[in-house]
């Protein structure tokens, strides 16, 4: 996959935007709403991935998912991985059928050439 400064400065700010106005709408405050970083993982863990699935993914160590998690679980108030998702479904983090888009077929592979 692609992941040239450009393209991962417009996901960035695509997440953040994401993030800014589901996190306003639904009053859970800035300092709580999830960095990028985090919206990936968290994505994932929708997904229903293991830490160490979630890790080779994103080209992060298993601690740093962990890590991660750990943080959502408290900024969002959840007890579980299930509790965390339906609770970012509830705050409008995560929205029924959005599909990440480091995750999508169409999506530029790691090594391939651009077109």
């Not at 393209?7 to 800014?20: K, Q, S």
């Not at 994103?58 to 108030?77: A, D, M």
């Not at 579980?80 to 480091?102: D, M, N, T």
């Amino acid at each position: 996959m692609d992941r040239s400064p450009s393209l991962l400065r417009l996901e960035a700010t695509a997440v953040e935007d994401r993030v800014a106005s589901s996190a306003e709408l639904r009053g859970i405050g800035p300092s709580r709403a999830p960095s990028p970083a985090q919206l990936r993982v968290l994505e994932l863990v929708a997904l229903g991935l293991s830490s160490r699935e979630i890790g080779a993914r994103l080209w992060i160590s298993r601690q740093t998912v962990t890590y991660h998690i750990s943080n959502l679980l408290t900024e969002l108030g959840a007890s579980s991985r299930a509790g965390l998702v339906a609770r970012a479904y509830a705050v409008g983090i995560l929205e029924p059928g959005f599909w990440p888009p480091h995750l999508r077929s169409d999506a530029p592979r790691r090594g391939s050439a651009a077109s």
